[in-house]
């Protein structure tokens, strides 16, 4: 793994999933961490979001490792509160290296039917609260002539996916956004980049409405069916993608070392991807 020894990531959706497992990697290989979380209900996502106690769960994990970590309670919504997260990880740690823009939600819904309510908060929080992210980051990072930006899209960014033509939008925006990016922030030396995980090991996708969606014949799935599915689904032998494997990805774009890698989408998600053009 990349060494991040006195660099500083700010990770949102740290309290649990994967941007837990991003911190706890930044710190195994050097980096102290700023968490960002939002410890409270978005109105149309049924299942349970992280908890500032899963958050700060996340911080011991971090500070036993003997790295230093910044538990900041902020919604991505809000670019004022994004704005405060960075002056507020800058005051105690001296500078912003590396942004993972993991934070995301996701529900399934027809679009015919979908409520107002469901669509907004999945491009509030899923696209503007990754635009948010960056827009608070990037002036400090360009005065500084570094940074690494990470975004987490999706496989829904690959193809069409019935139930979730908010999530897919979102996420395929993601991609576009991340190219201008990479293309505005490159002569000050930051690359912008996009992971785009398979099915992930995750409590996104531990609840009864995946279940239903993924395994639609039956009328209560449980988890055994949907690991039937998604085995099914995966050209290689795995039910998940476990989040260590998505964090390998975003430490390898988040490196020193990958300098020139900046536009681009990798792909986590066992050949899931390789039937596409
Ligand atoms: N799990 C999967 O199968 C899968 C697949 C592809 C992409 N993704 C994407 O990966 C990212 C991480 O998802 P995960 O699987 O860890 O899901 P998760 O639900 O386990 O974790 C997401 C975290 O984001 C936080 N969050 C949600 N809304 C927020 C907001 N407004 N402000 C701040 N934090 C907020 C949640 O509280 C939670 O801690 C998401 O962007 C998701 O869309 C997930």
């Not at 400090?140 to 897919?168: C, D, F, W």
Request: hydrophobic fraction near 45%.
């Amino acid at each position: 793994m990349p060494n991040f020894t006195r660099r500083i990531a700010l990770v949102t959706g740290a309290a649990h999933g994967q941007g837990r497992e991003h911190a706890i990697q930044f710190a195994k290989n050097g980096a102290d961490v700023i968490l960002v979380d939002v410890p409270k209900p978005v109105d149309s996502v049924p299942y349970p979001l992280g908890t500032s106690a899963e958050l700060r769960e996340t911080a011991s994990a971090v500070e036993g490792l003997e790295r230093k970590a910044l538990v900041v309670e902020a919604d991505v919504r809000s670019i004022d509160a994004m704005r405060a997260v960075v002056a507020d990880g800058i005051a105690a740690f001296g500078h912003i290296d590396i942004l993972a823009a993991n934070a995301g939600v996701v529900t399934y819904h027809q679009l015919v039917d979908m409520d107002d309510q469901a669509w907004q908060d999945t491009i509030d929080v899923n696209l503007t609260g990754v635009a948010n992210s960056i827009r608070a980051v990037l002036p400090h990072m360009m005065e500084r002539k570094y940074g690494r930006i990470v975004v987490t899209s999706s496989q829904a960014a690959r193809r069409g996916v019935p139930n979730l033509s908010h999530y897919a939008a979102s996420k395929w925006a993601l991609i576009g956004l991340v190219k201008a990016v990479a293309l505005e922030a490159a002569p000050y030396m930051i690359t912008c980049n996009a992971v785009l995980p398979g099915a992930v090991n995750t409590p996104m996708m531990h609840h009864d409405e995946v279940y239903k969606v993924f395994v639609p014949e039956k009328d209560a799935p449980g988890l055994e069916d949907m690991e039937a599915r998604l085995t099914q689904m995966n050209p290689m032998p795995t039910i998940w993608v476990e989040p260590t494997d998505i964090s390998h990805e975003v430490l390898h774009l988040a490196a020193e070392e990958s300098r020139f890698i900046s536009g681009c989408t990798v792909d986590v998600a066992a050949a899931y991807n390789a039937n596409l053009p």
